[in-house]
């Protein structure tokens, strides 16, 4: 005889909701933000099994004093400091002049990565330069922290003539094969199994060279990212996954993609990998955690995940306004702070640096620009793209198909 | 010459590329040491090591993804996808990021993949075993889409997708593994080693992808085939005393349109037949180039003999598959239009 539970209570579904919504005084008091410093650092091919508290815990060094504390300092010379300061600055002065230029007319789009500049600076210096990068939408800094030309950027934002992908992808998303950087998507995730991938290869053949790849949070919830951990996991490939947890995915917080009860970097533990949880504010603690993870992974310890805990203090994209999702007033209240303001006070503070020099360098990234944009749209901007037009059906394949002939005939005949 | 069926032909394209290419890497499900649920990997782990050829957790969008990335890094992927059925948690990754990356990266970065599926029914595999989703992926620009019909073809066309810069999808007819089944299901099995076709040289050789072959020639009517149906449309041709020309078109895309087109201009009829379901399936875009090309020549309507429009089931399959008799009466129907 079939068994009934009786006096069962009527269940509930749980719809995740952030605390604070456009009205609301932000209030980021649930934060638990442990000090800096306090957090021993492993040895880079330590047991996984020894690791698992470091996704709970939070890799600072950067503390209220702006000074540089605890295990996790890294070794790295002031002047280096000065120069990522550089690359922050230059990455913060090109999406100011980016957006404008999309307000003006001259990009159909843009993406600024206000706020995580650091994710993105001082992991492309805690890697070497060899290393094969797959990043997301909002890591510009990388291929600016590489060197990679800002014209060429600028190029392929405006969507015009110098633009070496012709014209054909979504601003931002950018190819530089000769900076390591892989061709974006604008599919949310699919790189990160590619990176494993590519860093599978690597290992195949006895390379030295690691991969890298970013996502948000939303992208967390991706079958692409559980591919990702599990082929990095199998193989222990030598790869490292990062999170970027800037607390939205457009207007969805972060509890909609399950952080609410778990950290991204807890993902790591269930499939048995490292993982990291890391200020991403702190330029100092982000070149720290990628470098742990780049070791282990040279020293074919394994795949390290890393959350970099930061906040999107842009709006998504040009499309978007955050103003009807959440406070206006929150990007300023967030406890961790700015990136760039953050390590001027510790270079400040070393006495490495000064606001007049802040003041100068100011300047001088703002003139590199905007030097760099009169350069770009020299060769075209968006409804004057002075594309070639019968690039249209180059390398859809490697060689022109008969029918795309064809096609290609038809419209120089018909346009 | 060796004699081989389809499995053992393309394990043999794949024990050349392997061999030839140190870049050449095979992976999938089951691929490893067990060497494939259908034996197509059998021997090559143990003869290239493990380096070369192993096993994948059960993630099709993973292998596919993990493919592209190794083919960005410049080595040659094979991978094999279990049952075509199974592709779909890939689609994502063959169509978005395979088929575009050459495009949208302006030609900096590329993925020569070669991804190898069997499909088709007739083994009472359901509706999850049996699928034909060829036009899935023929719609998809940057994509080439091949599936042979004689384990000659299968060696060749397998080596030269293995070979070329694009990613291929290859459509394996799994009825065709152990012979050259003519749609009589309630007929004996003919082994391939009575077929001309099983003759296969042990080295390399390669098909060009892009080229039809005319398997009979004929005056009175076009049949254009692939897969499995070459061979059930050969037996209608047969049967029905017609004196019909069948091509095998062997690679969807790039599809032979010239080749295509001159045959149906000289016989002014056409039956196109295909496994697959019908509407917007591959027989339509058969149609709409043979309209486009041969209106003028065309005699009769276009005939199309397909699978009907319902999943693949599994007590009816004979009753879905599109067998020597329908495709008997299709032609029947092409003569009788004047």
């Known amino acids: 005889m079939n068994q009934f539970v009786n006096n069962a209570q009527a269940l509930r579904l749980h719809i995740p909701e952030p605390q604070c919504r456009p009205g609301d005084a932000p209030d980021f008091g649930a934060l638990r933000l442990p000090p800096a410093g306090g957090l021993p650092r492993p040895g880079f091919t330590a047991d996984e099994s020894t690791l698992r508290h470091l996704p709970y815990a939070l890799i600072r060094v950067l503390d209220d004093d702006d000074a540089a504390v605890g295990e996790w300092r890294p070794n790295l010379g002031l002047e280096r400091l000065c120069e990522g300061l550089r690359a922050m600055m230059l990455t913060r002065a090109f999406d100011e002049a980016m957006q404008r230029a999309q307000r003006k007319g001259k990009a159909s789009f843009f993406i600024k990565s206000t706020g995580e500049e650091a994710v993105a600076v001082a992991q492309a210096y805690a890697l070497d330069a060899r290393d094969m990068l797959f990043p997301s939408y909002r890591q510009q800094g990388l291929l600016i922290a590489r060197g990679w030309p800002i014209e060429q950027m600028m190029c392929q934002i405006l969507s015009n003539s110098g633009d070496q992908l012709k014209g054909r992808q979504l601003p931002t998303m950018y190819s ?125 310890a394994g795949a390290t995940l890393i959350e970099l805990y930061t906040y999107r203090a842009a709006a998504h994209s040009t499309s978007d306004d955050p103003s009807a999702y959440r406070p206006r007033e929150e990007a300023a209240q967030w406890p961790l702070g700015d990136p760039i303001e953050r390590l001027k006070r510790h270079l400040i503070r070393c006495e490495a640096w000064s606001e007049s020099r802040q003041q100068a360098l100011q300047q001088e990234v703002d003139e590199q620009v905007r030097a760099a944009l009169r350069q770009a749209e020299s060769l075209g901007v968006i409804g004057d793209t002075r594309i070639e037009r019968d690039s249209l059906f180059d390398d859809v394949y490697k060689t022109l198909p008969a029918h795309l002939q064809a096609q290609r005939e038809q419209l120089r005949k018909e346009g | 010459m060796p004699v081989m069926n389809m499995i053992q032909a393309i394990n043999s394209a794949l024990d050349v590329m392997l061999e030839r290419d140190d870049d050449v890497v095979v992976f999938g499900e089951d691929v490893g040491y067990f060497g494939g649920v259908f034996r197509a990997t059998a021997g090559l782990q143990q003869k290239y090591g493990r380096m070369r ?234 149609m709409a180039v043979v309209q486009e090309r041969c209106f003028w020549n065309l005699q009769a309507p276009i005939e199309r003999v397909t699978g009907w429009d319902v999943p693949y089931p599994h007590a009816l399959e004979w009753d879905y598959f599109p067998g020597p008799d329908r495709v008997a009466a299709a032609l029947k129907r092409a003569m009788e239009t004047s």
Request: with cysteine.
């Open chain 1, 176 to 300: 530089a094969r000769e900076a390591g950087v892989f061709s974006l998507s604008g599919n949310l995730g699919t790189q990160f199994p590619q990176a494993v991938g590519w860093a599978m290869a690597s290992a195949l053949r006895g390379d030295t060279r690691i991969a890298a790849s970013w996502v948000g949070d939303g992208t967390t919830a991706e079958a692409d990212f559980h591919h990702a951990l599990t082929f990095a996991s199998v193989y222990r490939a030598p790869v490292i996954l990062n999170v970027v947890n800037n607390q939205w995915a457009i207007s969805s917080f972060a509890g909609i993609a399950g952080g609410e009860r778990a950290t991204f970097a807890a993902r790591a533990i269930g499939y048995g990998m490292a993982g990291l949880r890391v200020d991403g504010n702190d330029f100092l603690a982000v070149h720290a955690a990628t470098q742990w993870a780049a070791e282990r992974a040279r020293a074919n």
């Open chain 2, 53 to 286: 050829v192993f096993d994948t957790p059960i993630a099709e969008g993973g292998i596919v993804a993990t493919a592209i990335g190794m083919g960005a890094y410049g080595l040659r992927p094979v991978t094999e996808i279990q049952f075509a059925d199974y592709i779909y948690p890939a689609f994502d990754q063959l169509v978005s990021e395979a088929a575009r990356l050459r495009y949208r990266s302006g030609g900096e970065f590329w993925a020569p993949l070669t991804v190898r599926a069997p499909c088709g029914g007739g083994i009472y595999g359901g509706p999850t075993h049996s699928q034909s989703p060829e036009s899935l992926f023929t719609h998809v620009c940057g994509l080439k889409t091949v599936i042979p019909s004689t384990p000659y073809d299968a060696k060749g066309l397998l080596i030269a997708a293995i070979e070329d810069d694009d990613p291929v999808i290859f459509f394996e007819p799994k009825r065709l593994y152990n012979g050259p089944f003519d749609g009589h299901h309630d007929r004996p099995v003919t082994p391939w080693s009575k077929h001309a076709a099983s003759e296969v040289p042990d080295g390399h050789y390669a098909i060009p992808l892009g080229k039809a072959a005319v398997v009979r020639p004929g005056s009175e009517v076009t049949v254009l085939a692939y897969g499995t149906m070459v061979h059930v449309a050969l037996a209608a041709v047969h049967e029905s005393g017609v004196d019909a020309e069948v091509i095998d078109l062997r690679t969807l895309m790039p599809l032979d349109i010239d080749g295509i087109a001159a045959s149906v201009a000289r016989t002014g009829r056409c039956v196109i037949v295909h496994e697959a379901t019908r509407t917007s399936g591959f027989g339509a875009e058969l």
